[in-house]
């Protein structure tokens, strides 16, 4: 079993829906979690990271964090067509310096 | 605009052949990571480095695979001999490691097929 999971989709919303993305994680030891984008044939580059349980607002975007069960969320208002790419959740530990990957979830935002 | 530069961008060689790929990580990051994604395994770590030093490689298969950062400007991940299940994205990122290491920027990838 990996230690970061996530839904691999696709997830298909029509334009303006809120898109609900979420992850497991089994490693108690994590303590900050990140949102990465993917678009298709590029690097994936963050969108948010928030430490140890809580919410994060940007814009559009709200990551939440329930340590207690183990669960990262991510949120995205108003969705866009340009929204349209691979979500991957990532875990670290305080002092660490390996980022674990979820598989990614693709999301579909229809015109 | 700073940013992660890899190349090349799409590499096609045959099981056996050397192969070379490399890395501009952004001026003044001194944390280098090697990322290989597969659908099927996603994204892995290969190897990290702090300030030109080699702190973690153990993703890596020691047999075939070499990651050095020969300067501050340049990093290289090489693979020989290649092997078809070789064949993936190949990622290269840095960070400021300011104490944050959640906060990785990547390249555009490397486009391996090894036939």
């Known amino acids: 079993q990996k230690e970061v999971e996530q839904d691999p989709g696709p997830l298909s919303v029509p334009e303006g829906a809120i898109v609900s993305l979420n992850c497991t994680y089994s490693?108690?030891?994590?303590?900050?979690f990140m949102w990465y984008r993917q678009y298709s044939r590029k690097g994936p580059e963050l969108l948010m990271y928030?430490?140890?349980?809580g919410n994060k607002e940007d814009g559009r975007f709200t990551a939440q964090v329930d340590k207690s069960s183990k669960y990262i969320s991510l949120f995205i208002r108003d969705s866009q067509p340009s929204d349209s790419a691979t979500y991957l959740c990532?875990?670290?530990?305080?002092?660490?310096?390996?980022?674990?990957f979820g598989g990614g979830t693709r999301v579909l935002v229809k015109p | 605009d700073a940013r992660v530069t890899q190349t090349p961008r799409h590499k096609v060689t045959e099981m056996g052949q050397e192969v070379t790929m490399r890395c501009q990580p952004i001026l003044g990051h001194n944390t280098v990571f090697w990322y290989r994604q597969t659908m099927m395994q996603g994204l892995e770590l290969l190897a990290y480095f702090r300030n030109r030093a080699p702190l973690d490689d153990s993703g890596m298969p020691k047999d075939r695979f070499s990651a050095e950062m020969p300067d501050a400007t340049l990093a290289t991940l090489k693979i020989q001999p290649s092997e078809p299940r070789d064949s993936a994205v190949y990622f290269c990122?840095?960070?400021?490691?300011?104490?944050?290491?959640?906060?990785?920027?990547f390249g555009p990838g490397t486009r391996l097929t090894v036939t």
């Open positions: 490693n108690s030891a994590f303590q900050y």
């Open positions: 928030t430490y140890s349980s």
């Open positions: 990122a840095s960070g400021p490691d300011r104490g944050r290491n959640y906060e990785q920027y």
């Open positions: 990532a875990a670290i530990k305080a002092a660490g310096n390996k980022l674990t």
